[in-house]
T-cell receptor, first 116, second 114 residues
Framework: GAVVSQHPSWVICKSGTSVKIECRSLDFQATTMFWYRQFPKQSLMLMATSNEGSKATYEQGVEKDKFLINHASLTLSTLTVTSAHPEDSSFYIC????????????FGDGTRLSIL | ELKVEQNPLFLSMQEGKNYTIYCNYSTTSDRLYWYRQDPGKSLESLFVLLSNGAVKQEGRLMASLDTKARLSTLHITAAVHDLSATYFCAALNAGGTSYGKLTFGQGTILTVHP
């Protein structure tokens, strides 16, 4: 149980394009989803927290106009990297959990984004 | 603000040897997680430790938690090559603006060689 699907797993695109990444909880209702970014050989850095039906909360230093997050249903959150540039190339990982504080986060398989 | 520090950051081990990875966290947290990450992959959950003195074991890995010392350890027994990966600990924020969020350690890159 507790499967989180992330799509696509790998995307390569030209600088200036926008890229959308989907995160779906397949067998549970995720009231809260998290988006992380991981650069090579570094730890996971939380970008934002999204709760179903409300605006995402962004961590300090993360541009909300650059990284658009939508959590329109209890099973789907999307991250759109707008006007992507090479410095946005990274591994993006989502996680999902039920709303209670103590519930564990279930991680997606990640999306490797490469901007040329 | 909760901070999580792991050490060592890099660990090269011979097969068959034992070693411990340490995870210190700076403020109160009731839940401590250990994850494994293989190259190019996402996180695989290994252990969740819920209370002081908790010990969990799975195969050659054993994790423990001392909430008074704010320390968790991941002990590797008789290492094998298949254990080569990056290991992360993460503590759950119990209050403040980061309530309910995970704070990750830097990760320990483990390489097990013959």
């Amino acid at each position: 149980g507790a499967v989180v699907s992330q799509h696509p797993s790998w995307v390569i695109c030209k600088s200036g394009t926008s890229v959308k990444i989907e995160c779906r909880s397949l067998d549970f209702q995720a009231t809260t989803m998290f988006w992380y970014r991981q650069f090579p050989k570094q730890s996971l850095m939380l970008m934002a927290t999204s709760n179903e039906g409300s605006k995402a909360t962004y961590e300090q230093g993360v541009e909300k106009d650059k990284f658009l997050i939508n959590h329109a249903s209890l099973t789907l959150s999307t991250l759109t990297v707008t006007s992507a540039h090479p410095e946005d190339s990274s591994f993006y990982i989502c996680s999902a959990k039920l709303g209670l504080w103590a519930q564990p986060q279930h991680f997606g398989d990640g999306t490797r984004l490469s901007i040329l | 603000e909760l901070k999580v520090e792991q050490n060592p950051l890099f660990l090269s081990m011979q097969e068959g040897k034992n070693y411990t990875i340490y995870c210190n966290y700076s403020t109160t947290s009731d839940r401590l997680y250990w994850y494994r990450q293989d190259p190019g992959k996402s996180l695989e959950s290994l252990f969740v430790l819920l209370s002081n003195g908790a010990v969990k074991q799975e195969g050659r890995l054993m994790a423990s938690l001392d909430t008074k010392a704010r320390l968790s350890t991941l002990h590797i027994t008789a290492a094998v090559h298949d254990l080569s990966a990056t290991y992360f600990c993460a503590a759950l924020n119990a209050g403040g603006t980061s309530y309910g969020k995970l704070t990750f350690g830097q990760g320990t890159i483990l390489t097990v060689h013959p």
